[in-house]
């Protein structure tokens, strides 16, 4: 059975689907997920640290599921489809799931936490790291995308040949990420479209690293 605290992140996110946030009441959650009300505020401590943490959860769903995109990418994939695989996986899970459309956008509409989508993004540590606690911004979603898009693409690169350029891969999987949010909010007609012009720009990003400027014209027609 599962933990008093993913019964209770369940009963609320299924509250949202019958009213605003702002009508869901503790109470109703605390029935709903058959705990007290006290186990509630004890594993919560309020309403907004409940918001917090069902945020939380959704984003780190949606960082899993990039990893498991990513990985299971079909055999013999490329830098591009690796992406594509990742941005079709996020295109459908922002379609999916309000609050992880509002963590990765900051919409969040007026049915979901105000923390879903925080006004003033958090500080970043010394080291340019999200802060370790609260709910991610999402710039914070962008950079741990990417990074996982990056390391996947790494160590494909890695198995076909020289050692990648860094900064290169970094770039193309920024961009990737880039591209895919503008999908999120502005649709494409079908995500495999997005997906496919994902892949592309990734080809072309990381071709014209290898070849240079004398492959400029080249990238620009693959675009």
């Known amino acids: 059975m599962p933990a008093a605290r993913e019964l209770l992140l369940d ?8 009213r605003p946030w702002n009508g869901v009441r503790m109470v109703d959650v605390a029935a709903a997920a058959g705990v007290s009300r006290q186990t509630l505020y004890n594993e919560f401590g309020s309403k907004a640290g409940l918001a917090r943490a069902l945020v939380r959860r959704e984003a780190d769903g949606l960082l899993a599921g990039v990893e498991r995109a990513l990985a299971d990418a079909e055999d013999g994939a490329d830098a591009g489809d690796r992406c594509a695989a990742a941005a079709g996986w996020i295109l459908r899970a922002a379609r999916a799931n309000p609050l992880v459309r509002a963590a990765l956008t900051g919409c969040r509409g007026d049915r979901l936490p ?6 003033v993004p958090a500080p970043r540590g010394p080291s340019g790291a999200a802060p370790a ?19 996947a693409v790494t160590a494909d ?20 990420v880039r591209l895919t949010l503008s999908y999120v909010l502005a649709p494409a007609a079908s995500h495999e479209e997005a997906a496919g012009q994902v892949a592309r720009l990734v080809r072309a990003l990381l071709s014209y690293e290898e070849g240079g400027a004398e492959d400029a014209a080249e990238g620009d027609r693959i675009i």
Do not use: F, H
């Not at 009963?11 to 019958?18: E, I, N, V």
């Not at 606690?133 to 390391?151: C, K």
């Open 157 to 176: 690169l890695r198995r076909a040949g020289p050692e990648p350029a860094a900064d290169a891969v970094l770039w193309a999987c920024e961009a990737a």
């Open 114 to 119: 105000a923390v879903a989508a925080p006004a």
């Open 133 to 151: 606690r609260g709910t991610p911004t999402p710039w914070a979603l962008a950079d741990g995308i990417r990074d996982r898009a990056a390391r």
């Open 11 to 18: 009963a609320a996110y299924a509250a949202l689907d019958r």
